[in-house]
């Protein structure tokens, strides 16, 4: 019996804790939620600004973890990044705008290939998180990045032309209506890396709040991570 897609639903996934240490000792904590049978790919979800309230549930995290392994055959990997508190637990350290998060990234990066052997790994940044991945995602082994409604806050110049060297695609999802950078502007800062695939999205803002927004967001990932344009279903 198929159910409408709520922003409460829970569909079927193996859910798993963990904790790991980064190389300068910091104690992450996370989850993976992978789908009862084979994975299609993978997300690596780098969250919001923790100091605005940003972690590993918040909500298009959250609401990937709870859909699509079921829906997509998608595992999503999350975590809280250093100093960074959700339902799940506290990360250790302290928040450092980004400069000692390279080792949760890179830490994370690694977890997915030598520990859990994840295949067709995609790193996803929201907010903060796409400043993250886009000046420490760096592992040969992804597959490129997704970033979600992008400030450009603390990447250079520098960081983005590091990206015109590096084959991998990226792909952002602009909000019509960012509070930080709209689509126009979006398409200006990020000319010095032609390949970057800009996605304007109407009537979105920069949280993504509402199920339309969810929805195309959910589906914008997974038609990148299986290769396969799709529209999620609103019933399951």
Request: glycine share 6%; hydrophobic share 40%; aromatic share 8%.
């Amino acid at each position: 019996m198929t159910q409408t897609v709520r922003p409460s639903s829970v569909f079927e996934a193996v859910r798993t804790p963990f904790h790991l240490l980064t190389e300068d000792g910091i104690d992450l904590i996370g989850e993976v939620a992978a789908p009862i049978g084979a994975s299609k790919g993978a997300i690596l979800c780098l969250h919001p600004l923790p100091t605005a309230g940003g972690m590993m549930d918040s909500h298009v995290y959250k609401k990937a973890a709870n859909r699509l392994p079921a829906m997509a055959g998608i595992t999503v990997v999350r975590f809280n990044t250093r100093g960074t508190t959700s339902e799940a637990g506290s990360s250790t350290g302290e928040f450092d705008n980004g400069n000692s998060e390279r080792f949760d990234v890179e830490a994370m990066l690694r977890y997915c290939f030598d520990n859990l052997e994840l295949e067709n790994v995609w790193v996803t940044g929201w907010s903060f998180g796409t400043d993250l991945a886009l000046q420490h995602a760096k592992d040969p082994r992804h597959k490129g990045l997704i970033l979600l409604s992008p400030p450009l806050r603390t990447t250079t110049n520098d960081q983005l032309e590091y990206w015109n060297t590096d084959p991998r695609p990226i792909t952002a999802l602009v909000p019509e209506l960012d509070d930080y950078l709209q689509p126009e502007a979006a398409r200006e800062r990020f000319a010095i890396v032609p390949k970057l695939k800009i996605i304007a999205v109407d009537e979105a803002k920069h949280l993504w709040l509402g199920e339309p927004s969810v929805h195309r967001v959910l589906s914008e990932i997974t038609s990148i991570v299986t290769g396969e344009p799709t529209s999620l279903p609103l019933e399951f």
